[in-house]
């Protein structure tokens, strides 16, 4: 395989970064937790302006027509800029799902995907297993689970009670709505593919967002080392301190080859692509979560407090780490994959 990312897939990562560098600052995002509902019409229309709701929309309803791997780049940035809005759930995870749909769902696909590829609605996707749907609030349609079953349910049909997240970006709801054969749109064997298919996609967006973070909050505290003085010096000149960032920076360095190897099997259906998706999970989030705590060192108390930045990054690393499946069942599916021969350990094989 080669993992070598094409000029245009580099530069649109680029101008992407470009862009939420500007706009999804720290500053903007606490202005959004002081909004009811937490998110910005306006940064959705700039996201559409972009061309990001349209990238892994199919080209016949009116996307891009893009894959999982060209997508990857575009959510490790989202991820580094923490961006509040629900692109990668809606992009990775939500259009794939709806696209995915039999022949018969055709007026349900155009209906939905050409309005999420205009800019003119966003999903929401409930996780089997998890009572809580991020972003329902602001989803005109959501995939919902009930067994084998997805059911295609629209806004005004659900009551929705918020559940507080220890990252305030995350809106989190219960959604209280009635199954029925009106909803239905996929059961059996079809609703468990889908489903199958769903829960690796959104551990792979989750993480690339992981991936992101960690870079974000290693480039805080390494600035961060370099304002503040100890003794004359930039505590950032102190030996103990660039131990601190240079493990978190190893770490993410080891985590790329997994996430993009995960990127590459999804996309091309690959056997064997959910223990290489759990793989690249559990390398993401190992990096992310050492990288919150080595940066929480650098900042010292400060790194907990409301006004400094890291915050903002430490939580969506936190509340992430349990989203599609936490470590603990991401390690068992390796374990499986391994001790079942469903892959073969070692250096020649492994890459």
């Given at each position: 395989?080669?993992?070598?990312?094409?000029?245009?897939?580099?530069?649109?990562?680029?101008?992407?970064?470009?862009?939420?560098?500007?706009?999804?600052?720290?500053?903007?995002?606490?202005?959004?937790?002081?909004?009811?509902?937490?998110?910005?019409?306006?940064?959705?229309?700039?996201?559409?302006?972009?061309?990001?709701?349209?990238?892994?929309?199919?080209?016949?309803?009116?996307?891009?027509?893009?894959?999982?791997?060209?997508?990857?780049l575009l959510a490790q940035e989202c991820g580094y800029a923490?961006?509040?809005?629900?692109?990668?759930?809606?992009?990775?995870?939500?259009v794939p799902l709806l696209a995915g749909l039999g022949a018969e769902q055709r007026d349900l696909q155009g209906e939905w995907l050409t309005r999420i590829a205009e800019g003119r609605a966003r999903l929401a996707v409930g996780q089997p297993g998890n009572p809580l749907v991020a972003d329902a609030h602001v989803a005109g349609l959501l995939l919902l689970p009930h067994g084998d079953e997805v059911h295609a349910v629209r806004r005004e049909q659900v009551d929705l009670t918020r559940n507080e997240s220890v990252d305030p970006s995350r809106q989190l709801f219960r959604v209280h709505w009635q199954p029925g054969a009106a909803t239905c749109v996929a059961a059996g064997e079809q609703g468990r593919?889908?489903?199958?298919?769903?829960?690796?996609?959104?551990?792979?967006?989750?993480?690339?967002?992981?991936?992101?973070?960690?870079?974000?909050?290693?480039?805080?505290?390494?600035?961060?080392?370099?304002?503040?003085?100890?003794?004359?010096?930039?505590?950032?000149?102190?030996?103990?301190?660039?131990?601190?960032?240079?493990?978190?920076?190893?770490?993410?360095?080891?985590?790329?080859?997994?996430?993009?190897?995960?990127?590459?099997?999804?996309?091309?259906?690959?056997?064997?692509?959910?223990?290489?998706?759990?793989?690249?999970?559990?390398?993401?989030?190992?990096?992310?979560?050492?990288?919150?705590?080595?940066?929480?060192?650098?900042?010292?108390?400060?790194?907990?407090t409301w006004e400094v930045d890291l915050q903002l990054f430490m939580k969506r690393a936190w509340a992430l780490d349990k989203v599609w499946g936490d470590r603990g069942w991401h390690k068992a599916r390796v374990r499986e994959a391994l001790f079942s021969g469903a892959i073969t350990p070692g250096a020649g094989h492994t890459f």
């Open positions: 395989m080669d993992f070598t990312f094409s000029d245009d897939q580099q530069l649109f990562e680029e101008n992407v970064r470009a862009f939420l560098t500007n706009e999804v600052t720290p500053e903007r995002i606490r202005e959004l937790w002081q909004v009811e509902g937490g998110r910005s019409d306006e940064l959705w229309a700039q996201l559409t302006e972009l061309g990001l709701t349209a990238v892994t929309v199919p080209e016949g309803f009116g996307g891009l027509g893009m894959n999982e791997l060209d997508f990857i923490a961006l509040p809005e629900p692109l990668v759930d809606t992009m990775l995870v939500g593919a889908l489903w199958a298919a769903a829960h690796d996609r959104g551990a792979l967006g989750t993480a690339a967002q992981l991936l992101g973070l960690a870079r974000r909050m290693v480039d805080l505290a390494v600035d961060y080392s370099f304002e503040r003085k100890q003794f004359g010096k930039p505590v950032g000149a102190f030996q103990a301190v660039k131990h601190l960032m240079a493990n978190a920076a190893v770490q993410i360095e080891f985590a790329k080859a997994p996430l993009y190897r995960a990127a590459y099997a999804v996309a091309h259906h690959l056997p064997g692509q959910g223990a290489q998706v759990s793989h690249a999970r559990l390398a993401c989030a190992e990096a992310a979560l050492l990288a919150a705590r080595n940066a929480i060192q650098t900042h010292g108390a400060m790194g907990y």
